[in-house]
């Protein structure tokens, strides 16, 4: 109950294309649902986060969706860039445990020219 | 945001050996957390750092393996024991403050030879 299934794995898109990147989760409980991108080499650095109370959330080139009936949320990336090529990582986590981070499986993107 | 920064940056050991993983934040965090990830895989979370008391430890994780430490607000460790090539990982400090956006050191990449 306290997965969170990600997909695809991994993800070729052209420039200036839309990158999807898909969540489906289980547990109820679940409050705050971030987004995390990751370099190699480097730590996960938070992208964008939402909470359950909104659908959709924007910042920039990125989106969340976020569907609660579904249990569902994704990840969009607009115009995307060779720059934004990395392993992107939704997760999930709610105050009643301890605010602790379930991660899922993690979606390599490649960003072609 | 919190600046975290972790050290060693990467480390090659002994197997039967022991290594501690330092964590210091720039600033005073409410919550600190130790994960691992295998390259190429999601993170795991190994244990939730407790200011003046023990950590809490996730399923299948022990503290005579993993003994962490967190004397105050800005700074914990985490102790590797015993090493056994299974252990080579990327170990990784995750902070959050009085919100919920959680941070990350850059990791520490360790190979038990």
């Known amino acids: 109950q306290q997965q969170v299934k990600q997909s695809p794995q991994s993800l070729i898109v052209q420039k200036g294309g839309i990158s999807i990147i898909n969540c489906a989760y289980e547990n109820t409980a679940f409050d705050y649902f971030p987004w995390y991108q990751q370099f190699p080499g480097k730590g996960p650095a938070l992208l964008i986060a939402i909470r359950p109370d909104v659908s959709e959330k924007k910042e920039g080139r990125f989106t969340i969706s976020f569907n609660k009936s579904a249990k569902q949320f994704s990840l969009h990336i607009m115009d995307s860039q060779p720059g934004d090529s990395a392993t992107y990582f939704c997760a999930a986590s709610f105050t009643g445990g301890g605010n602790k981070l379930t991660f899922g499986t993690g979606t390599q993107l490649k960003v072609e020219l | 945001s919190a600046v975290i920064s972790q050290k060693p940056s990467r480390d090659i050991c002994q197997r039967g050996t022991s290594l501690t993983i330092q964590c210091q934040v720039d600033?005073?965090?409410?919550?600190m957390f130790w994960y691992r990830q295998q390259p190429g895989q999601s993170l795991t979370l190994i244990a939730t750092?407790?200011?003046?008391?023990?950590?809490?430890?996730e399923s299948g994780f022990v503290i005579d393996k993993f003994p962490i430490s967190r004397p105050n607000l800005t700074f914990s460790t985490l102790t590797v024991s015993n090493m056994s090539p299974e252990d080579s990982s990327i170990y990784l400090c995750s902070a959050r403050g009085g919100g919920t956006e959680a941070f990350f050191g850059q990791g520490t990449r360790l190979t038990v030879v």
């Open positions: 750092a407790n200011q003046g008391s023990e950590a809490t430890y």
């Open positions: 600033s005073q965090v409410t919550m």
